[in-house]
C-alpha cells in the first residue's frame, strides 16, 4: 500500500479499496512522522488519487497537512499488444504543518 523511498513518504494509488489509502496517508503522517507525504497515480486513478488527498486534508487531517505542490506529467510505456501509449500521472506532495 504504502512505500517508502529514500525519507520520501510515497503512496501509490492502485484498486484497491479507497480508505486503504487515505488510512495509509494519514498513517505516514501519524504513526511514522512524516514531514512530507506524496500520493501518486496515473491514468484513470488520477481522480481517485485527488479524493483521497482532500478527504486526508478536510476530514482526517484537517488544520495538520497543507497542500504543497502538484506535478503533472506523462508516461510512455508499452502495452500487452507492443503499441507505446502514454499515460498521464501526478503526484500530489501534503506537508506537515
Avoid: C, W
Amino acid at each position: 500500500m504504502a512505500e517508502k523511498n529514500d525519507d520520501e513518504h510515497t503512496v501509490f494509488v492502485g484498486s484497491k479499496p479507497f480508505m486503504n489509502y487515505v488510512t495509509g496517508v494519514v498513517m505516514q503522517f501519524t504513526t511514522q512522522n512524516a514531514k512530507e507525504v506524496v500520493v501518486k497515480a496515473r491514468g484513470k486513478f488520477i481522480s481517485r488519487a485527488v479524493d483521497i488527498t482532500e478527504v486526508t486534508r478536510k476530514r482526517f487531517l484537517e488544520s495538520q497537512v497543507e497542500l504543497k505542490d502538484i506535478r503533472i506529467d506523462s508516461e510512455e510505456f508499452e502495452n500487452k499488444e507492443g503499441k507505446q501509449v502514454r499515460v498521464s500521472t501526478i503526484e500530489i506532495v501534503l506537508n506537515k504543518k
